[in-house]
């Protein structure tokens, strides 16, 4: 259960609206001034965990975004280092502007990341070592932020550099590379450098087991998986069995 929830809500669910019990007296219908809020407490229960949840809602017309509203109240409550998911999505313009929060951020004395399943997002600073056996992904790529970065270096990585002045301009001679060494290192003298590591998209197949997929080849007959914790699971016999609670089922043709 979280902590707090933050945002106008203009575009959450029905479910999503049930779960934060917001009533038309206490938010909907009320009057919020341009750039206010209004605030309450609710209690959840999941399991035998009961807390206190603050629900902070926003008017929608604002002078910033909600995930920076959210980011602003956790560094307000003391949060140094921040990880935001599922922030990417298909509006590459709330993407531009998640960026900057890269920056907001730091200028506040914290750090945030931005993550989602193929990709991880960062502010570095001169002297950031990256240990190659806990990289996130195959690739990292590296883009000057809000101006040029002066006399950046790359080393063990696959196509190193060296004192080089990187612009937004040719900013695609810092994409795709990758760490070589088990340490590798990045040094500039000014500007924002920003990295995103990231991995390719896999394929749905390339998620199962091969015996799983094998067993329906050989038998050819449709596959039925059932999902659960990280765990799949295969049978020729599950077409009609019941899903059971917490299970996604998916079904494979031949």
């Known amino acids: 259960l979280p902590d707090a929830v933050i945002g106008d809500f203009d575009s959450l669910s029905e479910d999503g609206k049930k779960f ?13 001034p341009y750039g206010g809020m209004t605030e309450w407490k609710l209690q959840k229960g999941f399991g035998n965990e009961k807390k206190e949840i603050k629900v902070i809602r926003l008017r ?25 998911f599922g922030v990417t999505g298909n509006r590459v ?76 301009a040719d900013s695609g001679l810092t994409v ?28 749905f197949f390339d998620e199962f087991p091969r015996e799983a997929l094998e067993l329906a080849d050989e038998l050819n007959l449709s596959l039925f998986l059932l999902y659960r914790k990280g765990r799949l699971r295969c049978s020729a016999e599950l077409k009609n069995a019941r899903t059971e609670a917490g299970m996604i089922t998916r079904k494979f043709l031949d």
């Open 20 to 32: 934060l019990e917001i009533q038309e007296e206490r938010s909907m219908d009320s009057e919020i």
């Open 93 to 168: 313009d709330h993407l531009m502007a998640n960026f900057g929060l890269l920056v907001l951020a730091q200028n506040q004395g914290a750090e945030v990341t931005l993550v989602d399943r193929y990709n991880y997002m960062k502010l570095i600073s001169d002297g950031t070592v990256l240990k190659k056996s806990e990289q996130f992904g195959k690739y990292v790529s590296f883009f000057p932020f809000g101006g040029n970065v002066t006399d950046l270096t790359l080393e063990g990585f696959k196509y190193p550099l060296s004192n080089y002045c990187l612009t937004a």
């Open 60 to 84: 929608p017309e604002k002078d910033d975004s909600d995930t920076q509203s959210a980011m602003n109240y956790a560094i307000r409550t003391g949060a140094k280092k921040i990880v935001i």
């Open 176 to 203: 795709s590379n990758e760490i070589i060494s088990e340490h590798a290192r990045v040094t500039f003298s000014s500007g924002e450098l920003l990295m995103i590591m990231s991995k390719h998209k896999t394929r």
